[in-house]
């Protein structure tokens, strides 16, 4: 079945400094990957939709700025939290879809703390 | 705006019988619908999905429930497992491939 990878699962990091999640389909090519945030107790948020080679479609009220999205290969995907503060402190998830592969596959998400 | 919508935020059910999770949602151009389980710190599992062409469709124990007039899908657990104890999410797209729009969550426990 698809698989997607997802790291790290966790990062702790000062505030102010910059963090990278990859998220990498490994047995199928994700034409399309999802960016979500979940924060405790609440419904996955979709953040961002990137398309291989082009620049990622955030959602309203979404700093594409501060989340910075790459979509470089049809098997990875990077989000880049610049400039992380406390309130960025989220469970980070990325799901992907493809062209063969239909419907989504989600990584096991990273959960960032920022103090 | 919330276009798809939880009501119930847990669920309380006996091991081996029924339970019943629903979902409603507001836009009629959503065209196909998924149910996931999560578990806290993990990222969420496919659990079964139904295309707007549908009423029904059923995996094993599950059984999702589509009525398109009210809007509104349920996914149905018998018999019910401690196992099956989680956050279940329904999501709503408009394909199979576009953005995914989730609902608030229900926690489930089954209780043995």
């Known amino acids: 079945g698809a698989v997607v990878s997802q790291h790290p699962s966790w990062v702790i990091c000062k505030s102010g400094t910059s963090v990278k999640i990859e998220c990498r389909s490994l047995?199928?090519?994700?034409?399309?990957m999802f960016w979500y945030r979940q924060f405790p107790k609440q419904s996955l948020m979709l953040m961002a939709t990137s398309n291989e080679g082009s620049k990622a479609t955030y959602e309203q009220g979404v700093e594409k700025d501060k989340f910075l999205i790459n979509h470089a290969s049809l098997t990875l995907s990077t989000l880049t939290v610049t400039s992380a503060h406390p309130e960025d402190s989220s469970f980070y998830i990325c799901s992907a879809s493809g062209q063969i592969h239909y419907g989504y596959t989600f990584g096991s998400g990273t959960r960032l703390t920022v103090v | 705006d919330q276009q798809v919508k939880q009501n119930s935020p847990s669920l309380s059910v006996q091991e081996g019988r029924i339970s019943i999770l629903n979902c409603d949602y507001t836009n009629s151009m959503f065209d196909y619908f998924l149910w996931y389980k999560k578990y806290p710190a993990e990222g969420p599992t496919f659990l079964i999905s139904?295309?707007?062409?549908?009423d029904k469709n059923e995996d094993g124990r599950f059984t999702v429930f589509l009525n398109k007039s009210a809007k509104h899908l349920s996914l149905h657990i018998v018999p019910s497992q401690p196992g099956d104890s989680a956050v279940y999410f329904c999501a709503a797209s408009r394909d199979s491939s576009y953005k995914l729009i989730f609902g608030s969550g229900t926690r489930l426990l089954v209780r043995p």
């Open positions: 047995d199928f090519q994700a034409t399309t």
């Open positions: 139904i295309s707007s062409i549908k």
